[in-house]
């Protein structure tokens, strides 16, 4: 019987050592492969598109890949960096704001899959592979402005002061965020709009307007990029009387776009 044990005990020890030889020496006893993920980032740096600087306390935040309906955010550094680390396959949507005085902007960028990363099938691929976007930003100073004074031709010729008629400044060919910009005139037909995105390119105009008895077109006033602090005075403007198109109310740069011949 002791005999029996002890043969017993040889064997379970050589199964023990030989299973430890194996593991070390490369034989079949090893850890399976990890399968292939994924893991992200997106970084990038915000400056003043007007002076040149970088920006910081900017709030970026971010939604997407799998995880579309969670929004998270962070801030960037004092030399206005910032990094979002941890990211899953697919399309980020970043925005950055909060930055008082100045505008805001969206960009998008994403994180490949593994076939585009290695250029094989998810079967094929093991292991974790780290992939890097970058995202700047440039956000404009809203320090621009511009006056001057409207004026609505009557039918015997003369014109009287355009009282509360809108005026709007609009800078959607630019990646500008907001895009436009209004301001109404007062009972001596003068406006003031400030607050304005200095360096970027816009369109001014004073929007379809009535005075209750006469209709006036869209009037383009001028074409500009704004300097910084710059509040440019375009002098009197005179609208023109609306022709072939009844008035409406509301008007918008898509009205205006799908129908040019509003804009005198």
Known sequence: ?????????????????????????????????????????????????????????????????????????????????????????????????GLEGFTEFTGTAGIPSVPAVVAMTEEDAKGVYYVTENLNASLYELNGGFKGVIWAPLDDGTSKAASGATVQFDVSSTSVAPSLYNTTSSEDGSFSLTGLPAGAFGNLYVLPYSDGDISYATKSVTSATLSSGEVKNVGDITLTLATGTPFTASWSAMAIADNPSLIA
Not at 57 to 76: E, I, K, N
Not at 77 to 86: C, E, F, M, P, S
């Open 1 to 97: 019987m002791k005999n029996r044990f002890r043969v017993l005990g040889v064997s379970l020890f050589i199964a023990i050592i030989s299973m430890f030889v194996l593991s070390t020496c490369g034989g079949d006893v090893v850890e399976p492969e990890q399968d292939a993920i994924v893991i992200g980032s997106i970084h990038g740096v915000v400056k003043n598109a007007t002076a040149g600087t970088r920006l910081s306390a900017v709030t970026v935040t971010w939604a997407g890949g799998d995880m579309a309906l969670s929004v998270q955010s962070t801030t960037t550094d004092d030399k206005g960096y910032y990094v979002i680390n941890g990211l899953n396959t697919g399309t980020y949507s970043v925005s950055f704001t």
